[in-house]
């Protein structure tokens, strides 16, 4: 981890949004949430999410494909909903509450009920795209009401898969569906 | 065009710019002001990053306007006007219900944008200030008979859809003016449609065209037609012999046949990589009666 990157103490750990970043400069502290722990780190105006993740965080589960907002396998969690982190720039997130595929069974935690719905559906082939998929799906199951079969094929087509043909990937996100929405709506009673 | 540059040997970035995130209109046009800096302003920079990331565009300042109070409302006002404020993202508004029930037309149209992905960064109003002629709110906002409010150095001014959208990525928004907020007046009752023709879904249209229908008191005939085209030329396409050909008719097939012809005559697109003018053309006229049908069935 880089040394201009320091994880807040507990007395900073939680943390109101930053106010306005005004003063224009090529680089800027930026406090932010990722994955539950809050962050501060000096970034370049220029830095890209995917790269801040990646490159200072380490958090290389968000996979770079294209890097121009086409393939969809660097999405992550933006404030809950998915979106490209190749096309967000770090300096944008500053207040934001970020997820990314390392914050959803972290450690020894089970999987979630996404990724184990890949895992048994075998929705993947070589798996670089596979956290992309997962966070778009993930964002699908907390939503209040069960998305409808449109709903989820407009969702995936923000991804490309090279190796499958996309039908393990829906029957996964399906599953997942499925069992969160078991109950109706407040299925988990959440 | 030429080949981005790539420096690292395989991965875009950015050129060096500065970024300020600024918490007023004022301050916004005051960095947009300083001509030295080249600024540009950002809002969820769907289009702006990767043209950054591709070195297309090198600006020396990004001016972020999401942090503006106040530009973030959506709201329909007393006189039943929709306010869409320049930090609104596209998702937003097409999930509102005001949105939903009194411009379903816009948030058709908004649907068709990307992906969801897309849409939970990018705004309503960086899209029209970006103005690619193959986009979908351009049109839609002509459909809609859209007002543009500006804020520049000498106060702020309206302009209307017709006056805009100047030519491909040109708007009537200059360098130092920002577009705070896009006014829809109400459109209750009439009928309307988005259709359009995409290689895949989320593509830019290749070709499409947004409808609005209403019906006369005597609910048989058209008492006013709009169809706006895009991907048909530098700026959204609206035909009044199509418009013509339409209003005071059954919208029979007749009518809908007479409209298509218009299409054909009036409609004047490029040839490009992903399709001739006379296919675009064609396929423009076929859309046309289908958003017709859609249209017509729809009014109230």
Request: glycine share 10%; hydrophobic share 45%.
């Amino acid at each position: 981890m880089t040394t201009d990157l320091a994880t807040s103490d507990p007395a900073t750990a939680t943390h109101a949004a930053p106010p306005p970043l005004a003063e224009p400069s090529g680089w800027h502290e930026i406090r932010l949430t990722v994955n539950g722990a809050p962050v501060t780190a000096q970034v370049e105006s220029r830095l890209l999410l995917s790269d801040f993740l990646r490159d200072r965080l380490r958090l290389t589960g968000t996979h770079v494909g294209c890097e121009h907002g086409v393939c969809g396998a660097c999405t992550v969690l933006v404030d809950g909903e998915p979106a490209r982190s190749c096309l967000t720039l770090a300096v944008q997130c500053a207040g934001a509450e970020l997820r990314t595929v390392e914050g959803l069974a972290p450690g020894d935690a089970p999987l979630t009920p996404v990724q184990r719905a890949f895992h048994e559906c075998h929705g993947m082939q070589c798996g670089f795209c596979t956290p992309g998929f997962v966070m778009t799906a993930t964002a699908l199951t907390e939503q209040p009401q069960r998305p409808d079969a449109a709903d989820v094929a407009d969702a995936l087509s923000g991804h490309l898969c090279r190796c499958t043909g996309y039908r393990n990937i829906r029957r996964a996100v399906c599953q997942a569906l499925d069992e969160r929405f078991a109950d109706g709506p407040a299925g988990r009673g959440e | 065009m030429r080949r981005p540059e790539r420096p690292g040997g395989s991965r875009l970035k950015p050129t060096p710019f500065d970024y300020s995130a600024p918490g007023s209109v004022g301050e916004v046009l005051a960095l947009l002001a300083d001509e030295e800096r080249e600024a540009k302003v950002l809002a969820g920079g769907q289009s702006l990053i990767p043209m950054l990331s591709m070195r297309l565009a090198r600006p020396g300042l990004l001016v972020d306007i999401t942090r503006v109070p106040g530009l973030d409302r959506l709201y329909a006002d007393a006189s039943g006007a929709l306010h869409i404020g320049a930090a609104v993202r596209q998702s937003r508004a097409a999930d509102d219900p005001v949105v939903r029930d009194g411009w379903p037309l816009l948030a058709a149209a908004i649907r068709r944008i990307g992906h969801p992905q897309i849409r939970h960064r990018g705004t309503v109003c960086g899209s029209l200030a970006h103005h690619d002629p193959a986009a979908e709110l351009p049109a839609a906002a002509l459909a809609l008979d859209a007002r543009f409010v500006i804020a520049g150095p000498g106060g702020t001014r309206t302009v209307g859809a017709a006056d805009f959208f100047v030519a491909t990525f040109q708007t009537a928004v200059a360098p130092d003016e920002l577009l705070t907020e896009v006014v829809l007046p109400p459109r209750a009752g009439d009928g309307w449609a988005f259709e359009e023709l995409a290689r895949r879904h989320g593509d830019f249209a290749t070709v499409g065209v947004a409808v609005t229908l209403r019906r006369a008191p005597d609910r048989r005939t058209v008492a006013a037609a709009r169809a706006v085209f895009c991907g048909a030329g530098p700026v959204p396409v609206r035909l009044p012999a199509v418009e013509e050909a339409l209003t005071g008719t059954d919208a029979g097939a007749a009518a809908l046949d007479a409209a298509a012809s218009a299409a054909l005559a009036g409609l004047m697109p490029a040839d490009d990589v992903h399709a001739t003018a006379a296919y675009r053309r064609e396929a423009a006229a076929h859309l046309l009666v289908r958003a017709c049908t859609l249209a017509w069935e729809r009014c109230s």
